[in-house]
């Protein structure tokens, strides 16, 4: 099996569920920089030309954060990152539902519209660059609201550490970084904590010091 890394939040937050899991993967890292994403080739793998992506033995390509996170916790059980029984997985799934689009989503947009606009022009139809403001704007103020949501609970999914905090870690980490958005975040008692959590957590502080490679360090 190989796993197809690259630049970005998505990317991460797969390696981070993997580190968690304590899985090593074959790794192929693909330069999106270089647009290694967009060529015929890696499009016959994966249509959306999108990372990460799982390539089985037999050639049959996984993409999809949340699909190779399904797949994760069903080839390795343990421990549970999407949970361990009909409850939790249901109650991981609404919350990284709701995270997406209330705020992975419009973060992404106002990364990829604003502050990363010359990198992605050409390589995706961006809205106008006035509604990348506006797309952070409605990302930060969904990160309010789940401030005042999550009072009392260590993690998303309340005492259990889930697939839910990855992604939106991931982005936050990822946008705050590499787009200089950390000023924009709101901050509070909550969501200062959480992240320090995340990132204390022994598996996710060890994969977040790793070296990387020269197409995730540009």
Known sequence: MRFYDGLGPNPLAVRLALAEKGVTLDTAFVDMVAKENRTPEFYAKVPTGTLPALEFEDGFVLSEITAIAEWLDEAHPEPALIGATVRERAETRMWARRLDLEIC????????AGRAR?????????????????????????????????????????????????????????????????????????????????????????????????????
Do not use: N
């Open 118 to 218: 010359q990198f992605f022009v050409g390589r995706k139809t961006l809205p106008c660059e006035q509604a990348a403001e506006d797309f952070l704007k409605i990302g930060c103020e969904r990160l309010a609201w789940l401030e005042g949501t999550m009072a009392g609970r260590d993690w998303v999914c309340g005492a259990r550490f889930s697939w839910a905090d990855l992604p939106l870690f991931s982005f936050l980490e990822f946008f705050g970084r590499r787009g200089k958005q950390e000023e924009l975040y709101p901050h509070g008692a909550w969501l200062d904590g959480w992240r320090e959590r995340v990132r204390t957590r022994p598996a996710i502080a060890a994969a977040l010091a790793a070296p990387q490679p020269a197409a995730q360090a540009a």
């Open 105 to 112: 989503m419009p973060l992404g947009i106002g990364f990829q």
